[in-house]
């Protein structure tokens, strides 16, 4: 092993890239979560290993440079596993097909960075200590919460997510925030480096007894609020009656109005309306490709007859603005009048696929986005809620769903989540089963029932404790039903204001302890 650790491309490259794309199946749909506590131990170990080596065996090389080309290496396996299906959203049109490579290697490598950050700044100062541990911890928490707040934001991935199979675990959630959790299991999954350290038996012991303690103590207190909140559901509480719908429709361009009347004739029969209450249809996003709300009016006859009054319908549509000449990717609910009621503007647009950073510039290269039309959609500013009879809905459009800063600055009032997507551009991959997992933190972070309709992705309704309550799988086409309950919220989370309580208690303990040691 020490032979091959010599090898400075093994160590700095090929290995670093391995544990990276490892990671991969920690995530839905595998949910491996112990290849973290492998992989997160060995990343920190070879950071110590390079330090020490760049002392001798790479001496002619400087030691910054090392843990740059380190954590790149394992930053772009990371993010090469784990969005690889990003690219195919670039086959649907032949022009962009050259744009593969693009997808494939610069995207994953520039987000790579956020782990090089890491490495390049912290790694100097690691030793085989346990305060070294949890600086480490702390960086690559941070270099999360930096990654989902800078530039337009990519939460992808976080390490928390893994954790998305066990609602028991991740019901403190509500009490911590995301990036909070995150610290403290990244903490955990970093446990097996105290077998590196020079400490006793006993300490070694009194690690892994703690972190067995905070993850029971996560359990009892998850299966505690779960149990109670099932007993507080068959109390009288507000319902709503919802069923989401789930056409699988495929994803192309081009269609004319037959095309169009044909899909809404579907989505129409698998809502079976006909017999039901007062009731809200969640359809999903990109269901009349191309067009706009004003063009369907044609068939406004079409949903007076197989639409009651008290029907509600929420789907998602381009908007045209006439002071703005442009377009927003719109949610709206209408009744059977087509009469728009209530109306959301996609807040957080997906860089390249529904506008173009630097349009100027790539313009001149003739690079445009990717999704229908030449023209970048407008941006929704200070969205509020929609309100519909008892129904106080938090709106998000396709991949809003994994910002937690939605639901942090949410109205208190909010008594419902609706996600609706567009999965198909993730084709069959992985993509559409990570993208579902956030739905179960935001339900959670709300306490909040969460609806979602997704196109070729997963549609669910989820209970406010994050339970997966009915669903459809991404091939399948149906609809399915719930009379939801409106819960009011009581002590939601707001703020990361613990995350930075922990993240600056981290440094601390490291100054101080670092300082005694030299």
């Not at 490892?22 to 390079?50: A, D, E, H």
């Amino acid at each position: 092993m020490e032979s091959f650790l010599n090898n400075r491309f093994n160590t700095l490259l090929f290995f670093p890239f391995v544990l990276g794309g490892l990671t991969v199946f920690s995530f839905q749909p595998f949910n491996l979560v112990f290849i973290n506590f492998i992989v997160l131990p060995l990343f920190f170990y070879l950071s110590v290993y390079i330090k020490k080596k760049s002392k001798s065996t790479y001496r002619k090389k400087p030691l910054r440079k090392n843990l740059f080309i380190y954590g790149t290496a394992f930053g772009f396996g990371y993010y090469l596993s784990g969005i690889h299906w990003i690219t195919n959203s670039l086959t649907f049109d032949e022009s962009f097909k050259i744009l593969i490579p693009f997808g494939l290697i610069f995207i994953p490598l520039f987000l790579s960075l956020f782990f090089s950050l890491v490495t390049l700044l912290v790694g100097p100062f690691l030793n085989f200590n346990f305060y070294s541990i949890l600086i480490f911890s702390g960086s690559l928490a941070f270099s999360d919460y930096l990654r989902a707040k800078i530039l337009t934001g990519f939460p992808w991935n976080i390490w928390v997510y893994s954790f998305s199979w066990s609602t028991e675990i991740i019901q403190i959630l509500n009490k911590l925030s995301l990036f909070s959790l995150n610290l403290i299991f990244i903490t955990i999954f970093m446990l097996p480096s105290v077998l590196f350290l020079k400490i006793g038996l006993k300490k070694k012991f009194l690690c892994f007894g703690i972190a067995s303690l905070i993850i029971f103590s996560f359990f009892i207190y998850g299966n505690y609020s779960i149990n109670k909140n099932n007993f507080d559901l068959n109390a009288k509480n507000e319902k709503f009656n919802i069923k989401v719908v789930s056409p699988n429709f495929k994803l192309e361009y081009g269609l004319n109005y037959e095309d169009i009347e044909k899909r809404l004739n579907k989505l129409i029969k698998i809502s079976e309306a006909s017999n039901d209450p007062k009731t809200l249809y969640i359809w999903p996003e990109g269901v009349f490709s191309g067009y706009n709300f004003d063009e369907l009016n044609r068939f406004k006859n079409t949903f007076l007859k197989n639409f009651k009054n008290n029907h509600f319908i929420l789907f998602g549509v381009n908007r045209f603005n006439v002071q703005k000449n442009g377009y927003y990717n719109s949610l709206v609910i209408i009744n059977n009048k087509m009469e728009i009621l209530q109306e959301y503007k996609k807040q957080k647009l997906v860089p390249f696929g529904e506008f173009l950073p630097f349009k100027k510039v790539l313009n001149k290269f003739g690079l445009k986005k990717i999704t229908e039309g030449h023209g970048s959609y407008l941006r929704g500013e200070n969205q509020k809620n929609l309100i519909l009879d008892n129904l106080n809905i938090l709106p998000l459009i396709c991949y809003e769903i994994i910002f937690t800063k939605f639901v942090q600055k949410s109205d208190s009032n909010t008594n419902l989540i609706v996600n609706i997507s567009e999965d198909g551009w993730f084709g069959k991959s992985i993509g559409p089963y990570q993208h579902f997992s956030k739905t179960i933190f935001r339900a959670i972070e709300q306490n909040s029932f969460l609806i979602r309709s997704a196109n070729k992705g997963i549609s669910a309704i989820i209970d406010n404790k994050g339970n997966v309550i009915k669903k459809l799988n991404p091939s399948e086409a149906g609809n399915i039903q719930l009379e939801v309950p409106l819960i009011k919220n009581k002590n939601k989370n707001k703020n990361d204001l613990i995350f930075f309580a922990l993240l600056i208690t981290y440094i601390l303990i490291f100054l101080i302890l670092n300082k005694n040691d030299n």
